[in-house]
């Protein structure tokens, strides 16, 4: 039921530090927001929320814990469904809960000297920077909808809750070398130079003779591959059609260009389509008489294609409007949709099997050809001294996305996780190469670039936001194997779907 604990780390460090729980009461959302509203998941009656370890966890603290989780999820921009709020609050009852019961069992406590230093040096509870009693009390009362004195109780439960989080990650530390190595991963770049190898672009010829055997002894391989692409072999129904286009533009309101493709309209029914498209239509296709050729439906604009595909042969549409303009359209030709029969298509088949198979064949051959050059060069410069017509190309400052477009490469599979995350040592060829459409690539890393410098000016905050980080991943563990370790049962009207 705790995925949400699981997967987000920094997520409920963040919502259950005290600091973090305090910032959520913003004035912005009052008692008639609907996330404060006291809504029963449920009609039944239920006599509590959770038990845990017997414990019983009524409404009332679900409620508290509603407010305060829907305000936080508001200042962040953020919108749940009743259902995923709901199972937020379950699953941060049930962490409170856990985290509460080993507080108890370190005797931890919270005097009222520390919740009322906490309380008054809160920013929203102070005019001319000190403590007014007359607006906390509006503030908790008008925007915190509840009482002081149970705003105060809360107040002193999350300070708890804070000393035990504290307790449980105090050892948790990271060392100066640690913290380098995960700071180069996240912001290093890198300078590639590069290699593209072409493939021969001859093209295959075949033989009927070798595409008959080829048939002969691989037919099911052949059937297999025509049942896994049906979609290759079944064709949408297409119209033929010429139009004539009267354009809505800033030379021409909308109410010219209707009037004049009306007037054309008349005209069409005792003349040629084709005559008249050339001498009125403003479209691209004006000059052949108006022929758009054959198309399906997907690649005209949705009002021209609706109508188009409704009108039979030789038939002229009524004037359509689209962005473009207005149109008069006549249907020349229909095909309608059909599939290949496999019969009609297995040569086909075989022939961009066989294809196919000669060029992994030739990559492969390539490939192999390039790793024996790459052994008797120690750079890409000497590499491509082996490889006639080859040239090393550059890519600078290259940053880690799995996704991301490299200048002259485009996305290649595989080659951004290889050269961030694997031990290839910069100045020496990249043992692995990659598939281009028409080419092999070869790789290297000339520099990987890091700033030092802003590492030691920023060190201190970059450790504060990787303690966070282990921390958090820390409690997330502590809290599941505490909670798989426990007796939870969650009442069925508040139990959340899925």
């Known amino acids: 039921m705790l995925k949400f604990v699981r997967k987000g780390a920094t ?47 009524g409404i009332g603290e679900y409620q508290e814990l509603r407010k305060k989780v ?155 591959y025509f049942d896994s692409h049906k979609d290759e072999f079944t064709h949408a129904k297409e119209v033929e059609a010429s139009h004539i286009l009267i354009k809505v533009d800033k030379n021409k309101t909308d109410a010219q260009a209707k009037k004049e493709i009306e007037k054309i309209a008349k005209e069409v029914k005792n003349a040629d389509f084709s005559e008249l498209a050339k001498k009125y239509s403003e479209g691209p296709s004006k000059t052949t008489g108006g022929k758009l050729g054959y198309f399906t439906k997907n690649k005209m604009v949705k009002e021209f294609s609706e109508v188009a595909f409704k009108l039979k042969v030789n038939e002229v549409s009524k004037p359509v409007k689209t962005k473009f303009g207005y149109h008069l359209i006549k249907v020349t030709g229909i095909k309608e949709a059909y599939s290949d029969k496999f ?33 008797n060069a120690k750079n890409l410069t000497e590499l491509s001294k082996l490889i006639p017509g080859s040239k090393v190309e550059t890519a600078k400052a290259i940053t880690y996305n799995p996704y991301s477009y490299i200048p002259n490469l485009g996305i290649v599979k595989n080659l951004m996780n290889e050269i961030f995350k694997s031990k290839i040592k910069k100045g020496t060829i990249n043992p692995n190469l990659y598939d281009l459409n028409d080419s092999i690539l070869v790789t290297q890393i000339d520099k990987i670039n890091l700033d030092k ?27 599941e194997n505490k909670r798989l370790a426990s007796n939870l049962v969650v009442h069925p009207n508040y139990l959340p779907k899925n």
Do not use: H
């Open 11 to 57: 997520s409920l460090l963040g919502t259950l530090m005290l600091g973090a729980i305090s910032l959520v009461f913003v004035l912005s959302f009052g008692p008639g927001a609907r996330g404060c509203q006291s809504v029963n998941p449920n009609q039944n009656v239920a006599t509590y929320v959770i038990k845990l370890n017997g414990k019983k966890i």
């Open 70 to 224: 829907y305000l936080q999820q508001q200042q962040q921009k953020k919108s749940l469904s009743e259902n995923d709020l709901n199972k937020i609050v379950i699953e941060r009852l049930v962490a409170e809960q856990l985290y509460l019961a080993f507080a108890k069992k370190l005797n931890l406590t919270v005097t009222n000297q520390e919740k009322d230093n906490y309380i008054t040096n809160l920013p929203y509870f102070q005019v001319n920077e000190k403590f007014d009693y007359p607006t906390y009390k509006k503030i908790v009362q008008n925007y915190f909808n509840t009482t002081p004195l149970q705003y105060e109780k809360n107040i002193k439960k999350d300070i708890i809750i804070n000393k035990a989080m504290n307790i449980l990650t105090s050892s948790i530390s990271i060392t100066d070398d640690k913290l380098w190595e995960e700071y180069k991963e996240k912001n290093k770049s890198i300078d590639l130079s590069f290699i593209k190898i072409p493939l021969e672009k001859d093209e295959i010829k075949l033989t009927d003779d070798e595409v008959n055997k080829f048939l002969a002894s691989n037919e099911k391989a052949v059937k297999k």
């Open 343 to 375: 019969e009609d298509v297995k040569l086909s088949i075989s022939k961009n099997l066989i294809k196919e198979n000669k060029k992994k064949e030739a990559i492969a051959k390539l490939k192999s050809e390039i790793k024996e050059k790459i052994k």
């Open 453 to 479: 410098e802003k590492f030691e000016a920023e060190k201190s905050k970059i450790r504060e936001q990787a303690l966070i980080i282990d921390k958090a991943l820390f409690l997330n563990s502590w809290i």
